[in-house]
């Protein structure tokens, strides 16, 4: 069953103003002095490895202006902006090489982009990086339906994929609400997680193989389509997760799921946090193996999805303040059984009290309302001002708390400025998204939340980083979900593999200490 399509790309410059560059509004970054600066023969250069115009973005002020460039040096958030005058946009793995041979010969800084659909900094430019979009790298290479593997380039859109998948009766083991513009080099670099993780695993665990281009121009080759391979260290998952800063992936090998045939979606309301975990705990014991989604919201996301999107409605009447939503989603071969199995369970939720009030989707559009509300969150979260984002893993039933620590926080210090506080998230995976709307990105409401909420969640023992990744929000927080040692070691690798630092400067882990 197709989802809907939460657009992830936003008319630029409308709404919220641009923001100030990056670099402006937090001094503390410095810009690498090592790195070259462009001259006219580089970009001569890349003219001939790119020969067709459009693949050169080069703001010379005339054919090209920096506001041209802007979509491709400002994130989705609208909260960070880099000023790259420089945008390459090649076709093959082999031009990628011979872009990173030559930025590696003259120490040029280079930030590989996707859908720039990220959420912590790490898809543009700080200062003035070169970026490197793969959209033009769109190929689907090969599909096997007995083994269930596919190959595409980096730059194909997930949905594209999906569907593509769809026609031999597969699908894509990964899904999220960007779907519509995201791309599988992006997913795979930020090893997103999604709606699906519950039912299909982590990404890591379906990507097969992967080509990437490191940061001297050579191409490692991994694309080997084979369940297993114990040869030594697996070097694709040093890619997977690396958010660009060890080479640009340039297309991958996944194990695609057989769709299932019969997909059911409920929404139920819950009065309260315990109501969550009652329904989940129910949820995998009743619906076992058919269980492929379970997410929740609380009443703050469901009023702000009122506020913001038109075009979405709740299928449930009442929303009382400090209730809950969750989405149950199941799938499988045999529709009837499934339904009946649903049925069962949303009955006993109400015999016992754990649910208010629920629905089951009676077809496909009534499924695609409910998604549509969950979906929308991040969309209408973002339409409501500046957000800022926590994407945090606990252990389940402390989730929620940290929401309502951080709405205590905020009245109690009466940070000026916050307009909703919201929790939703992949409850199944133990997965909060906590975010807080805001007039503006201020340094004020960052204070409140930082380092409030990292500490909150090391008292867990949770990750400061569920699934979107470390960018530029997060590299100096770090030590709070790994140890030194940890850090140490990926700083070494990172040396290792990119000794001059080319690759997505500034971002995803701290500078080393000398
Ligand atoms: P980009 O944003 O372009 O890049 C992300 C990072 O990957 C950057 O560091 C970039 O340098 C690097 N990168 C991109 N392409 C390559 C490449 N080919 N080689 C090497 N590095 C590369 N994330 C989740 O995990 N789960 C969700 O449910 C989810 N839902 C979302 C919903 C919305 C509405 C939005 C806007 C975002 C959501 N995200 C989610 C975050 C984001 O969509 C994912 O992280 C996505 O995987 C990023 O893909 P992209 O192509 O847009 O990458
Ligand atoms: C989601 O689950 O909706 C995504 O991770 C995006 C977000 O949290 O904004
Ligand atoms: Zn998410």
Known sequence: ???????????LLGGHAVPQPTAARDPSLKRNPAFARLTPADIAHFQSILPSASAVLYADGAAVTQD?????NMDWMRKYRGQSSLVLRPSTTDQVSKI????HARGLAVVPQGGNTGLV????????EIVLNLANMNKIRSFDAVSGVITVDAGCILEVVDDHLRTFGHMMPLDLGAKGSCQIGGNLATNAGGLRVLRYGSLRGSVLGVEA??????????LVPLRKDNTGLDLKQLMIGAEGTLGVITAASILAPVRPNATHVAVVAVPDYAGVQAAFLNARTMLGETLSAFEFWDSAACQLVDEHLSHVRHPLESQQPGAFNVLVETAGADAEHNMAKLDAYLEKLMDEGVAVDGAVAQDQAQALAIWA?????????SKAGAVFKYDVSVPVPDLYELVEATRTRLAELKVPGVLSVIGYGHVGDGNLHLNVAAEDYT??????LEPFVYEWVASKRGSISAEHGLGLMK????????TKQAIDLMQQIKKVVDPKGIMNPYKYLPEPEH
């Open 373 to 381: 509300v969950r979906e929308g969150i991040p969309e209408a979260c």
């Open 443 to 448: 340094k004020q409401v960052t204070n409140a």
């Open 68 to 72: 041209d460039l802007l979509p491709y």
């Open 213 to 222: 281009v490191l940061p001297n121009g050579d191409v490692l080759d991994t």
């Open 121 to 128: 900094g790490g898809s543009v430019p700080v200062f003035d």
């Open 1 to 11: 069953m197709a989802r809907p399509f939460t657009t992830a790309t936003r008319p």
């Open 100 to 103: 990173l041979k030559y930025c």
């Open 475 to 482: 590299p100096k927080h770090l030590h709070y979900s790994k």
